[in-house]
Structure formats: C-alpha cells, structure tokens
C-alpha cells in the first residue's frame, strides 16, 4: 500500500483528495501546513509526496526545495496556478511531476503510480556490474549512485532516471518526446516543459549551467544527448 | 530763344524717359505675363524643384540653409530695389540739374552775342560769337562751335566728333535748343545745340536763322557722383547681406533649438521614456508647441499608467478567479470518482443525484480551465516554447494519445518530411479541439490531412484541414465561429462544450502567426483550415517566445 504525504492547506481539498486516495487504496497522511509536512516526514516515511504549491507559512515551493536537499523522494507537485512560468518554477525547485487543479482522483492516482513505478523501473534499467565513468562523472547504475568530480551528487528520482537514459547511450540524440515517455512514462502527448526543467535542475547539479555543457548537450531542433567524451 | 523753348526741351526730356519708363512697365508685364504662363502650365518647375530638393544632402536643405538663403535674398533684393530706385531719382536730379544749369547759361550766352552777329555772318562773326561765349563762361571746360551753313568757328578745339547726325538734324528741324549725353574716349559729356531764331511780325512762329551754337561740356563730376552713388548701394547691400545671414542664423538657431529638443523628446518618449517634458521657455508658437507636447506626454503617461493599472488589474483576477475556482472545484473533482462508483449502490433517485453532481463537476472543471487559458492569452501571460518538430508526427501523436486514430482517416506527409518551429502543446491543443469537434459534432468519415503550400519563394505554410461529413455549419453562425461562448449546436448535434475550444484554438494558431478558417463544403459537412508559417530558419530548442497580443 503506497504511502503518501499530501500536504494541502485547504481543508475541503484536503479532506477531498485523501479520501479520494483511500479510496484508490492509498495509506494517506496530510499535513496542513508545510512545517507540519516537513515534520512529519520522517516519522511517516511516505513513497511519494503531493504538495500543494500555494501553502500559508513555508511555501509550497520552499518545501519541495528543503524536502530535496535531504530527501530523494518523489514529489508530484499540485498547482491551482497553471501559468507557464508557475509550472516551470515548481518544476525547476525539484517536483519530479506536476497537476494542475482541479484534478480527478484517478489522474492523480495514476500519476503516483507512475512515479513509483520509474522509481522501482530506475533499480531494474540499472542492473549492471559495475559503476562506469565518463570523465569526472562516475554514474554507478547497481548502487544509483552519482558522483561529480569525486563528491555525491543527490539527484531526484526523475533526474537519476533521465541521467540513466541518456548515458545509457552516449552520442544518441533523444527527442524530449522519448524522453518524456521513458522518464516520466507519460502516456499521452505530454508536456516538454518537464523535459527542459529537468534538464536544467540536472545541469545545475554537474555544475554546468552557463557555457558550452559537457554532459547534457542540447541538439538544436531534436532533443538531448550524453557527451560521450 | 526765351524761356518757353527751355521748358519744351525739357519737356522733350521728360516725354523720352517717360516712353523709357513706359518701355520698362511693358516688359515687366511680358515678364509677369511670362511667369503667369509658367506657372498655369503646370507643376512642372514646382516638381523638378522638389526632385532637386529630394536630391540635395540634408544639411544643404535643412531649415538653417533654407532660412539663411530666404533672408539673403530678402536682403538682396531689398536693398538692391531700394538702391535701383534711389539711384534712378538721385541720378536723374543731379544730371537735370546740371543740364538746366548748362542749357540756362548757355542760352543767355548766346542770346547775347546773337544780337550783334550779322545775317549772313562771315567766319570772322562765328569766331567773335564764340570767343563772347566763351568769356562769358570761362573756367567751365567749354567747348563751344558755331556753325552757319558750311561755315563754322570753334574754340578751343574741333567738337564736330562729338555731335551726332540726329542732334545736328534736330537743330536744323527744330526752334528748340536740344541736348545729348555721349560718351566719348570712356568720358561722358553734354552736348548742347541751341539754333538760333528770329521773330517776324508776319508769322506767330518765329523763324530759323540757319545760325546755331553747339556746346560740349565734360561732365565728370556728374558721373563721379554718379559712381559714388553706385559704391554706397554696393556697400549698403553688402552690409544687408552681412546682417541677413546673421540674423538668418540667429533665427534658424531660435526655431531649430526647441525643434531638436522636440524631435529629442519624441524619441525618448517612443522608447519608453513616458515621464520626458520640454523647458518652456518665452510666449511664442515654439513656446506653445513645448507646452503641447507637455501636455501630451502627461496625458499619454497618465493613459499608459491606467491600462497598465488596467492590465495588472485584470492579470491578478485572473489569478484570484483561477485560484479560488480551482480551489472548491479541486475538491468536487477529487471526489467525483468516488461519487461515481459508489452511485449505482444507491437508491435510483440519490445515484442520478450523484451522477448529475459528478457530470456538472467535471464539465464546470474543463470550462474553468477554459476560461483560465482564454484568460491567460487577454493578459498576454502565454508564451510560445517553440521546438522544431515533425509537424505530421505530432499531429499523430494527438490522435494516438486519444485513441482516435482508428475513427480518422490521415492523409500526411511521410515522417521527417515536414518540420517546423512550433510550440508542440499548444499544436496539441489546437488539433485536439478540432479533431475532437469532428467527432463529436459532425458525422464519419472524419479526414485529417496536411499539405505545403508556397506562397513565395520564401514564404510557405502548412495547410491542416480536418473535415467531416456531418450537417456542418449554419450559415449564419459561419461569422461567429471562433468567437467566445459562441455555440453553433443548433444545426449540429447538442454541444457539451462551453463556446470557449475554437476561440481557443484560435488564438494558440493566431500566437503561432497562423490562420486558421471554417467552411462548409460542397459535398456536405464542415472542413477547418489551420494554416501554420513554416519556420526552419535560426533553430533553438529552448526559446521561449513572448505571447503576441
């Protein structure tokens, strides 16, 4: 039974999506506030985490941010903002997905699904005897540990599963429709922003955002590469 | 011999520089009239003018030189009139003067010795006769000649040269003493010829005596006044000149200054420096033009500051509306799957209840986001993430993602044959909505195809039609189409939708530079028309492009 932090300040939504996530067999916990979820998230252990955006106190953004620096866990984001600019932000603060309000049960439910899916896909895709290295970057797909210039690099679960993909083949170009359909398993004709912000939390933890990128390369008008150098 | 033949010679004068000044009036009217003819024969001149004008570098025909040329020639002209007319006056008065005074004295001079030479005069009487008219006036540079048929008596030299047949023959004709002025060895000089007459009680006129006087008297004083006349106006007119252009100067600064602090000004303004003002300085037309553009930038500052208070007004409903909608309906809809399986174990009155909740739930969830997007492209907040993409592979993609490739017919170009520069959700949304309108209000088969059209050699376009072989489009409802909440169901099966998905869909292709069209066809049924830029050029996957409106 997946655990799931839901952390959501309006009462009725609330009260709404977790009796909607019992409903589809989750073990919900919800947090009204973001202290209370950042508090509660070591005690609760949840799977996944669904975060509303817009919190009193600690925003929502600030919380996916605090969750990340010491927590890999998967963080769908749930916006009542659906400017491009908000999804993009929520995005680039460390959400591995987002849904914009108001959003069926069922979408939210497959969405969680999906999430801890790749995370469990993340392990199998990454059987392999040993760590490889590609210059200062040593990926070690057995462990799913990453390490940049000899120091770990904490890396959320949709960026580890983009990293995977794309040094999986060094040199091939992957459109951001590959990659969103073998990231984030999105089944429909889905959203690039959540390619390019990955991409770009990615490049900031390789320490290469600004200049000529040595790992993620941009292939103008196609997609993403792995330099292979 | 008296004073009535004086006044007639100097009639005679007078009558010849009025026929001058008559010739002259005369060919100023042939000049006017010459002008009169240029200018009705068209714009000829006028046009030729302004192709010079056109032709002219612009600091030649800027307002400094232009004002610089109009005051010279102001200047010139005036004093030169001014001069012309001066000189004329003062010119004929010093000569007249001068040739009364000589013609006076000399007439009394030869009254005087008329009296006592002979009739007949023998050559020894002409030489008395001029010697006596020449006592009579000496120290005057006189020449004097007498003359009786072939006989004559000069003193102190021969002046016949300086005689002209016409004078001569004017004194020989006539009763009145006649002058001329010559110019002889680059000296001018007057030459007077007084016949002498003697009264007969018989006849009223008197009568020629054959005898006559002549005299040549140098006239260089005259004419240095004359020359002097001539510098002063050269000098005058110089002098006008000089200070026309200063002033032309000085005014052309007086206009240009507060006009380059305007054109200053208006290209501030027209980057977005709203707040810019001119000094007013004086009480003239300048002045007031300041004060103008004063009060224009102020009103225009004022105007921008309400539409942005306007706009910042309306971005912040939208974003209030869309928040405190979302909220409840967030809510409603996290709970419409649970209301729905749980419906049929209800009793059948609570599980319509139910069911009519959960359809109201969603249908309010899609039109709230609807509105949301209509919303964000009034605010100008959308923005294009272009991507260069295969535009047929895409549209694929859209009838894959919802199971409706099976129920439309495609007619597109092989894969990576056609690419372009789109934003790839919003071509998403656009054939999403018409696809999805064919199918839900029109009747199969439904036709998916796409083509290239080339407008000019660098200029091309997708063509996307979708057509249907329903009752399509009422007519009337053909203008309004596109428009918001506008709903053409009446002709066509019920809608569910809310009259937002083709304004919608209109704006995402209107924000890609496209155009997109609704028609009937012939043969039955609708066909929309979405027409795409196609745009190869400067590829970059991560622009993001400003909403257009």
């Given at each position: 039974?997946?655990?799931v932090?839901?952390?959501?300040?309006?009462?009725?939504?609330?009260?709404?999506?977790?009796?909607?996530?019992?409903?589809?067999?989750?073990?919900?916990?919800?947090?009204?506030?973001?202290?209370?979820?950042?508090?509660?998230?070591?005690?609760?252990?949840?799977?996944?985490?669904?975060?509303?955006?817009?919190?009193?106190?600690?925003?929502?953004?600030?919380?996916?941010r605090?969750?990340?620096?010491?927590?890999?866990?998967?963080i769908?984001?749930?916006?009542?903002?659906?400017?491009?600019?908000?999804?993009?932000?929520?995005?680039?603060?460390?959400?591995?997905?987002?849904?914009?309000?108001?959003?069926?049960?069922?979408?939210?439910?497959?969405?969680?699904?999906?999430?801890?899916?790749?995370?469990?896909?993340?392990?199998?895709?990454?059987?392999?005897?040993r760590?490889?290295?590609?210059?200062?970057?040593?990926?070690?797909?057995?462990?799913?540990?990453?390490?940049?210039?000899?120091?770990?690099?904490?890396?959320?679960?949709?960026?580890?599963?983009?990293?995977?993909?794309?040094?999986?083949?060094?040199?091939?170009?992957?459109?951001?429709?590959?990659?969103?359909?073998?990231?984030?398993?999105?089944?429909?004709?889905?959203?690039?922003?959540?390619?390019?912000?990955?991409v770009?939390?990615?490049?900031?933890?390789?320490?290469?955002?600004?200049?000529?990128?040595?790992?993620?390369?941009t292939?103008?008008?196609?997609?993403?590469?792995?330099?292979?150098? | 011999?008296?004073?009535?033949?004086?006044?007639?010679?100097?009639?005679?004068?007078?009558?010849?520089?009025?026929?001058?000044?008559?010739?002259?009036?005369?060919?100023?009217?042939?000049?006017?009239?010459?002008?009169?003819?240029?200018?009705?024969?068209?714009?000829?001149?006028?046009?030729?003018?302004?192709?010079?004008?056109?032709?002219?570098?612009?600091?030649?025909?800027?307002?400094?030189?232009?004002?610089?040329?109009?005051?010279?020639?102001?200047?010139v002209?005036?004093?030169?009139?001014?001069?012309a007319?001066?000189?004329?006056?003062?010119?004929?008065?010093?000569?007249?003067?001068?040739?009364?005074?000589?013609?006076?004295?000399?007439?009394?001079?030869?009254?005087?010795?008329?009296?006592?030479t002979?009739?007949?005069?023998?050559?020894?009487?002409?030489?008395?006769?001029?010697?006596?008219?020449?006592?009579?006036?000496?120290?005057?540079?006189?020449?004097?000649?007498?003359?009786?048929?072939?006989?004559?008596?000069?003193?102190p030299?021969?002046?016949?040269?300086?005689?002209?047949?016409?004078?001569?023959?004017?004194?020989?004709?006539?009763?009145?003493?006649?002058?001329?002025?010559?110019?002889?060895?680059?000296?001018?000089?007057?030459?007077?010829?007084?016949?002498?007459?003697?009264?007969?009680?018989?006849?009223?006129?008197?009568?020629?005596?054959?005898f006559?006087m002549?005299?040549?008297?140098?006239?260089?004083?005259?004419?240095?006044?004359v020359?002097?006349?001539?510098?002063?106006?050269?000098?005058?007119?110089?002098?006008?000149?000089?200070?026309?252009?200063?002033?032309?100067?000085?005014?052309?600064?007086?206009?240009?200054?507060?006009?380059?602090?305007?054109r200053?000004a208006t290209?501030?303004?027209?980057?977005?420096?709203?707040?810019?003002?001119?000094?007013?300085?004086?009480?003239?037309?300048?002045?007031?033009?300041?004060?103008?553009?004063?009060?224009?930038?102020?009103a225009?500052?004022?105007?921008?500051?309400?539409?942005?208070?306007?706009?910042?007004?309306?971005?912040?409903?939208?974003?209030?509306?869309?928040?405190?909608?979302?909220?409840?309906?967030?809510?409603?809809?996290?709970?419409?799957?649970?209301?729905?399986?749980?419906a049929?174990?209800?009793?059948?009155?609570?599980?319509?209840?139910?069911?009519?909740?959960?359809?109201?739930?969603?249908?309010?969830?899609?039109?709230?986001?609807?509105?949301?997007?209509?919303?964000?492209?009034?605010?100008?907040?959308?923005?294009?993430?272009?991507?260069?993409?295969?535009?047929?592979?895409?549209?694929?993609?859209?009838?894959?993602?919802?199971?409706?490739?099976?129920?439309?017919?495609?007619?597109?170009?092989?894969?990576?044959?056609?690419?372009?520069?789109?934003?790839?959700?919003?071509?998403?949304?656009?054939?999403?909505?018409?696809?999805?309108?064919?199918?839900?209000?029109?009747?199969?088969?439904?036709?998916?195809?796409?083509?290239?059209?080339?407008?000019?050699?660098?200029?091309?376009?997708?063509?996307?039609?979708?057509?249907?072989?329903?009752?399509?489009?009422?007519?009337?409802?053909?203008?309004?189409?596109?428009?918001?909440?506008?709903?053409?169901?009446?002709?066509?099966?019920?809608?569910?939708?809310?009259?937002?998905?083709?304004?919608?869909?209109?704006?995402?292709?209107?924000?890609?530079?496209?155009?997109?069209?609704?028609?009937?066809?012939?043969?039955?049924?609708?066909?929309?028309?979405?027409?795409?830029?196609?745009?190869?050029?400067?590829?970059?996957?991560?622009?993001?492009?400003?909403?257009?409106?």
């Open positions: 039974m997946p655990r932090l839901l952390v959501e300040d309006d009462p009725d939504v609330r009260k709404a999506v977790q009796l909607a996530l019992r409903h589809q067999g989750h073990d919900v916990f919800a947090a009204a506030t973001g202290e209370e979820g950042l508090e509660r998230l070591r005690p609760f252990r949840p799977d996944v985490v669904v975060l509303d955006l817009m919190l009193p106190g600690i925003s929502g953004l600030d919380v996916c605090r969750i990340r620096d010491r927590d890999q866990v998967p769908i984001m749930v916006t009542a903002k659906g400017d491009d600019i908000d999804v993009v932000v929520g995005l680039e603060a460390g959400a591995d997905d987002y849904v914009v309000k108001p959003v069926q049960a069922r979408v939210l439910d497959a969405r969680i699904r999906a999430v801890l899916r790749r995370q469990d896909a993340s392990v199998s895709v990454a059987v392999r005897p760590a490889e290295a590609h210059g200062e970057l040593v990926i070690d797909r057995a462990g799913l540990l990453v390490s940049h210039r000899g120091e770990r690099v904490a890396l959320a679960p949709s960026e580890l599963r983009l990293l995977l993909t794309l040094s999986a083949s060094p040199g091939q170009v992957f459109s951001r429709q590959q990659l969103l359909e073998a990231v984030w398993e999105h089944s429909y004709h889905g959203d690039i922003r959540l390619v390019d912000a990955c770009k939390r990615l490049r900031g933890k390789l320490g290469e955002l600004g200049g000529d990128p040595r790992y993620i390369q292939v103008r008008g196609f997609g993403y590469r792995f330099g292979s150098s | 011999m008296s004073g009535p033949r004086v006044a007639r010679a100097r009639k005679t004068v007078r009558k010849r520089d009025a026929v001058r000044n008559r010739e002259v009036v005369g060919d100023r009217e042939v000049v006017r009239n010459h002008e009169a003819v240029a200018a009705g024969e068209g714009r000829g001149p006028v046009r030729f003018l302004r192709a010079v004008l056109a032709k002219t570098p612009l600091p030649l025909r800027g307002l400094r030189p232009r004002l610089v040329v109009a005051f010279a020639l102001v200047a002209v005036s004093a030169l009139s001014t001069g007319l001066a000189f004329r006056e003062a010119r004929t008065g010093v000569l007249q003067q001068s040739q009364d005074s000589v013609i006076r004295q000399f007439r009394t001079s030869v009254d005087a010795v008329a009296v006592y002979p009739l007949p005069p023998r050559r020894s009487d002409l030489e008395t006769a001029v010697n006596q008219v020449l006592r009579a006036n000496q120290s005057q540079g006189w020449q004097v000649m007498a003359t009786y048929g072939s006989l004559r008596a000069f003193t030299g021969d002046i016949s040269d300086k005689l002209s047949p016409e004078l001569r023959r004017s004194v020989g004709t006539h009763r009145a003493a006649v002058f001329q002025r010559v110019n002889a060895d680059g000296h001018p000089y007057l030459v007077v010829g007084m016949p002498v007459t003697y009264d007969t009680s018989e006849e009223k006129e008197p009568r020629l005596s054959g006559a002549y005299l040549v008297v140098p006239q260089n004083t005259e004419q240095a006044y020359q002097a006349m001539v510098g002063g106006i050269e000098r005058a007119t110089l002098v006008a000149l000089c200070l026309a252009v200063v002033l032309a100067l000085l005014a052309a600064g007086g206009v240009l200054r507060p006009v380059r602090a305007l200053r290209r501030r303004m027209a980057e977005g420096h709203l707040d810019i003002r001119l000094a007013v300085n004086g009480s003239d037309e300048l002045a007031d033009l300041s004060r103008s553009f004063n009060d224009t930038a102020a225009l500052e004022r105007s921008v500051a309400e539409l942005r208070r306007l706009e910042a007004r309306a971005r912040r409903f939208a974003a209030d509306v869309s928040h405190e909608l979302r909220t409840p309906l967030a809510a409603m809809s996290a709970v419409t799957d649970v209301l729905d399986e749980n049929p174990h209800l009793d059948q009155e609570t599980g319509d209840a139910l069911r009519l909740v959960s359809e109201g739930t969603s249908r309010l969830s899609v039109l709230v986001e609807d509105l949301m997007e209509i919303s964000r492209f009034d605010a100008g907040a959308v923005r294009l993430n272009l991507d260069e993409v295969d535009l047929a592979e895409s549209v694929r993609r859209t009838l894959v993602a919802r199971g409706w490739q099976g129920r439309v017919e495609t007619r597109l170009p092989r894969p990576g044959t056609l690419r372009t520069r789109v934003d790839p959700r919003r071509l998403d949304v656009v054939m999403a909505n018409l696809v999805g309108n064919a199918l839900r209000h029109g009747a199969p088969p439904v036709r998916l195809t796409m083509t290239v059209r080339e407008e000019r050699a660098d200029v091309s376009w997708a063509v996307i039609e979708v057509t249907d072989s329903g009752p399509g489009i009422a007519e009337e409802a053909m203008p309004h189409i596109f428009e918001r909440f506008y709903k053409a169901s009446t002709a066509r099966t019920r809608s569910e939708s809310s009259g937002l998905g083709l304004a919608i869909t209109a704006e995402n292709v209107y924000l890609h530079g496209g155009r997109v069209s609704a028609a009937n066809r012939p043969e039955g049924g609708s066909v929309f028309t979405v027409e795409l830029p196609l745009r190869r050029e400067s590829p970059d996957t991560d622009e993001t492009t400003e909403g257009a409106r």
